[in-house]
């Protein structure tokens, strides 16, 4: 059978027709020369069959990178590595905050904001140029499920009797100018309808274009320590609960990895590892 006839079957259900070429620009993202994306696409393409999975074909590409350089596998287990970061969704406003920093952001985590009628909880407040934002972070700890338009609606609200209050308190010597919605899923359309009219900015996987949560990681070498293929899960979850998130930010502090019993050895690959690919 022709490889466009193939049906895969997506983490939500729905089928699509397989392509070689978006296999291709994964690969081609983590910074993987052609050669061993000629071989794990060649592989790949003799081991499909009608009705696979696209996790399964993800774990056949992925365990051919770890094989040839571990910290590429890194880069492509990226999209798993934030489901990861659950189940509580804390990390992820972790992360997410982390990022920000990176992009000239001062953050604050876990703010009570007080609004017109009620106060707030605010997963992150950030400040920057005199500016504030206020940004909700919705985490998803299972593949396939996407923010529908009952978020932004009910974020809008929450930000707009935040800001009604904001503007009429006179100690504040910052504007609140914005309001973010972060996912590490997709919104639906009628999301990003409501968003966009609304005046939110929407943050997710792959939006904006080019500009979207993958994106900005890629760009700023901010990975979860949740990528890396040789930290157990264990290890990974002590770490996460001593707020380190970061791959960058275990470089910094690798003695976590001496209180975990580490062997020298080990810990010499692991910091190898992240650091290829933290570039």
Not at 151 to 169: E, F, G, V
Not at 232 to 242: A, V
Request: charged share 25%; net charge positive; aromatic share 8%.
């Amino acid at each position: 059978m022709s490889i466009q006839n193939i049906e895969i079957i997506k983490s939500s259900g729905e089928k699509v027709k397989f392509s070689l070429d978006k296999l291709r620009a994964s690969l081609k993202r983590t910074g993987a020369d052609d050669t061993i994306i000629n071989q794990i696409l060649d592989k790949v393409r003799d081991e499909l069959y009608q009705g696979i999975s696209t996790k399964e074909i993800y774990n056949r590409a992925f365990a051919l990178l770890k094989k040839n350089k571990s910290h590429l596998a890194s880069k492509y287990k990226l999209k798993k590595a934030i489901y990861e970061l659950g189940p509580t969704g804390f990390p992820f406003e972790r992360f997410v905050s982390a990022i920000l920093n990176y992009s000239g952001y001062k953050t604050e985590v876990g703010i009570i904001l007080q609004g017109k009628c009620v106060s707030h909880e605010t997963d992150i407040i950030a400040f920057k140029n005199g500016s504030a934002t206020v940004i909700e972070c919705k985490f998803h700890g299972e593949q396939g499920l996407k923010c529908n338009v009952k978020i932004p609606l009910y974020i809008n609200s929450r930000y707009q009797d935040i800001k009604t209050n904001w503007d009429h308190s006179k100690h504040k010597n910052t504007l609140l100018t914005e309001g973010w919605v972060v996912t590490n899923t997709r919104f639906t359309k009628d999301a990003l309808q409501y968003g966009n009219c609304c005046g939110l900015d929407l943050l997710s996987w792959d939006y904006p274009k080019n500009n979207g949560l993958k994106d900005r990681i890629d760009r700023l070498g901010l990975y979860p320590i949740t990528v890396s293929t040789l930290l157990t899960n264990r290890e990974k979850q002590f770490l996460l609960s001593r707020d380190v998130v970061l791959c960058r930010e275990l470089i910094q502090d690798n003695f976590y990895l001496d209180h975990l019993g580490v062997s020298e050895t080990r810990k010499d690959k692991i910091i190898k590892e992240i650091t290829q690919l933290c570039g």
